[in-house]
């Protein structure tokens, strides 16, 4: 029982971690299928808010909230397990859950995750992290380690499918991809030259008389 609670955990975190995957690089896909540069940018700017915003802010969020509502995250819950509070085995709060993600798995990966290996010597495979904020991971349907091993299955599935994808849309756009590159240089360039004859009117133009050196009578020589 022991060895199996320790699979299904760690099947619950590689769905997690599946999850996240597929979720960034669904952007990544909607970035490489732009056929147009407008598009591109836009979607490159998507992109950019989901890496700064999204994935440091609002998917944590959603995972205490998971924790605290319905007792895990969502490859925990797939797996049928729940997080508990130790002492009352009731359901953990939001800030049991903060403390618990982020103060405790801090210091459950010092000594190259020796907290989290705590796990296979700990008699009731609490890790650091459990015992910092008084949790206990139980198991609540015994056939969550096949239901876990079938999501994660598709999951890796569906997010090797997803890497092909990008690989080959980038591949079949190289030369787009350069076409946008010179449009953006020579772009650069006339709004460079457009900026100078701004400041210097006229410096640009080789035909301006004031550029011309002197002509000079032709003196033949006599014989």
């Not at 998507?46 to 605290?68: E, G, N, Q």
């Not at 092909?164 to 360039?189: C, E, H, P, R």
Request: charged residues 15%.
């Amino acid at each position: 029982m022991k060895n199996k609670l320790i699979l299904v955990r760690l099947a619950a975190f590689l769905i997690d971690i599946n999850i996240s995957a597929a979720i960034l690089l669904f952007f990544f896909m909607r970035l490489a299928a732009a056929i147009d540069i407008t598009t591109f940018l836009d979607r490159l700017l998507s992109l950019i808010i989901a890496l700064l915003f999204i994935f440091p802010l609002v998917l944590p969020f959603v995972r205490l909230i998971c924790m605290s509502k319905f007792g895990g995250t969502v490859g925990k819950l797939l797996s049928g397990l729940e997080i508990e509070d130790f002492t009352t085995k009731k359901r953990i709060s939001f800030w049991q859950a903060f403390f618990r993600e982020y103060a405790g798995y801090t210091i459950s990966g010092l000594f190259f995750g020796l907290g989290f290996f705590w796990i296979f010597k700990d008699k009731d495979q609490r890790g650091w992290h459990d015992h910092l904020a008084n949790t206990k991971v139980v198991v609540k349907n015994t056939g969550g380690l096949l239901v876990g091993a079938a999501a994660l299955i598709v999951l890796v599935i569906i997010n090797g499918l997803s890497v092909k994808y990008i690989f080959d849309s980038a591949t079949q756009n190289l030369t787009l991809y350069s076409g946008w590159v010179s449009d953006i240089n020579d772009a650069m360039k006339n709004m460079k030259r457009e900026n100078s004859e701004k400041i210097f009117p006229g410096a640009s133009a080789v035909t301006s008389p004031i550029l011309q050196p002197p002509s000079r009578p032709v003196v033949k020589a006599t014989p």
